[in-house]
């Protein structure tokens, strides 16, 4: 008997976003060039870049409001091209502008959006009422979204993307404007959505929130993925982490590669902080009666990524 075909690997389940080849151009210069992207149910990915980067053209194919050049975009298997009208009703979109109907109170407008995607009455009040508790909401139901503040008009702007249970959320600058109280809620709902196997796709500006959400990177230059790594790989990758010795007195000058003295202080770059911990300390020699306190200095998200822009202008 001869042997049938090896099987190949199983197919794992469908992402929850798949984008290919995607194209875009505007009057003739290309905004989007080729950009590949795919985010797994249950992910967030933070899309970062500079301003005109192409974030927002981005979020606006896959949402079906432009319609590429050349490429395709599915959403859980849906491609938002030909099949618009079911690919949309998994999709929940916040774009960057507030955009909620004014003379409706909070909860009017939780409603009209998810009657308009077409939930039915037990599961629409039941959707209006978590979102109206996890949004911080409930005390403003009754109130005319002309009459709530910037941060409260965001939030709610939020809600009318989220009432429908879409399976991709879409989030372009969600936090914009808000103040810590509301940037934190809607990170925790952010997380949430994922956790409970939502696929994230979310621009910012804000690194810091990137790295409280523990996001994949994802960051768009002159049309194209430049980068697509984890915060801690990102931080790896474009800085060094420096151990920092501190002296009683003046700090010594040490045989280092890339030492820095400062009054009192040194600072020693390092890829290795546990081994060259120990060979630092015992470089300071006689010093080292005076060394009253040693620390590890870690880079955040944001000088790795203010060293890639630069790494990118170089090139
Ligand atoms: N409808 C349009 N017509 C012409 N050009 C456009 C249009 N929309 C966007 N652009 C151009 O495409 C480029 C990318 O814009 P986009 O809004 O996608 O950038 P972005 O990364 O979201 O920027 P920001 O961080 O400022 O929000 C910009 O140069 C912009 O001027």
Redesign the pocket.
């Not at 870049?49 to 981005?58: C, D, E, H, I, R």
């Given at each position: 008997m001869t042997p049938g075909p090896t099987p190949g690997p199983l197919p794992g389940p469908t992402p929850g976003l798949r984008i290919r080849g995607l194209v875009k151009s505007?009057?003739g210069?290309r905004?989007l060039d080729e950009v590949d992207l795919v985010v797994e149910r249950g992910e967030v990915v933070s899309l970062l870049?500079?301003?005109?980067?192409?974030?927002?053209?981005?979020v606006?194919v896959v949402a079906g409001l432009l319609r590429p050049d050349a490429g395709s975009v599915s959403v859980l298997g849906t491609d938002v091209v030909r099949a618009p009208r079911a690919a949309r009703g998994r999709i929940g979109l916040a774009a960057?502008d507030v955009a909620v109907y004014p003379t409706h109170t909070v909860e009017e407008n939780l409603r009209f959006f998810g009657a308009l995607a077409g939930l039915r009455r037990g599961e629409l009040r039941t959707s209006v009422d978590t979102l109206l508790e996890t949004l911080d909401l409930t005390p403003l139901r009754r109130r005319r979204a002309r009459e709530l503040s910037g941060g409260q008009q965001r939030r709610l702007h939020v809600g009318c993307a989220l009432v429908h249970r879409p399976r991709l959320i879409l989030l372009?600058?969600p936090t914009a404007g808000a103040d810590p109280q509301t940037r934190r809620g809607l990170l925790r709902q952010v997380r949430a959505l994922a956790d409970d196997g939502g696929t994230v796709l979310y621009?910012t500006?804000y690194l810091q929130e990137v790295e409280e959400l523990d996001a994949r990177v994802v960051v768009?230059g002159d049309g194209r993925v430049r980068e697509d790594a984890g915060v801690d790989q990102l931080i790896a990758r474009y800085t060094r982490s420096e151990l920092v010795l501190r002296f009683s007195g003046e700090a010594p000058e040490l045989p280092w590669p890339g030492a820095r003295v400062a009054g009192d202080t040194v600072f020693l770059p390092t890829d290795r902080p546990g081994v060259d911990l120990v060979k630092a300390v015992e470089l300071t020699g006689q010093d080292r009666e005076r060394l009253r306190a040693v620390e590890l200095s870690r880079a955040g998200l944001e000088a790795a990524y203010l060293e890639l822009l630069g790494a990118g202008r170089d090139e």
């Open positions: 505007f009057g210069r905004v870049g500079p301003n005109g980067a192409g974030k927002t053209t981005l606006s960057q372009d600058e621009t500006h768009l």
